[in-house]
């Protein structure tokens, strides 16, 4: 079953704001975790923390120069995507501040 349009950008938007996926999955449990998984823009903080793990773990072992250097960009990249999602929810939390000490 494909995910309606709206509920997509529902999903994105509740990943944005740090709800990972399987909080999401229990919200729309109408549709299968993995559908969800593979529909939304981006992967949940947890899953990127995971995946940098993961590539970490993967350039101690990598054999030559080239595999840790595309492992490494990769992670860098991870790295930079979760500071500008953390920077976008930092200005959130600000405004939603404000907002309450009114």
Do not use: C, F
Not at 13 to 20: I, Y
Request: charged share 30%.
């Amino acid at each position: 079953m494909a995910i309606p349009q709206h509920e997509l950008k529902e999903m994105n938007r509740l990943l944005e704001g740090g709800m990972n996926i399987s909080d999401i999955w229990t919200k729309h449990s109408q549709y299968d975790y993995w559908e969800i998984y593979w529909s939304v823009s981006d992967y949940s903080l947890l899953g990127k923390k995971r995946k940098i793990t993961n590539r970490i773990n993967l350039a101690r072992r990598a054999t030559s120069q080239t595999e840790r250097d595309e492992l490494l960009n990769e992670v860098n990249s991870l790295v930079t995507e979760m500071y500008e999602l953390t920077k976008k929810n930092g200005k959130k939390l600000v405004d939603i501040g404000k907002v309450i000490n009114r």
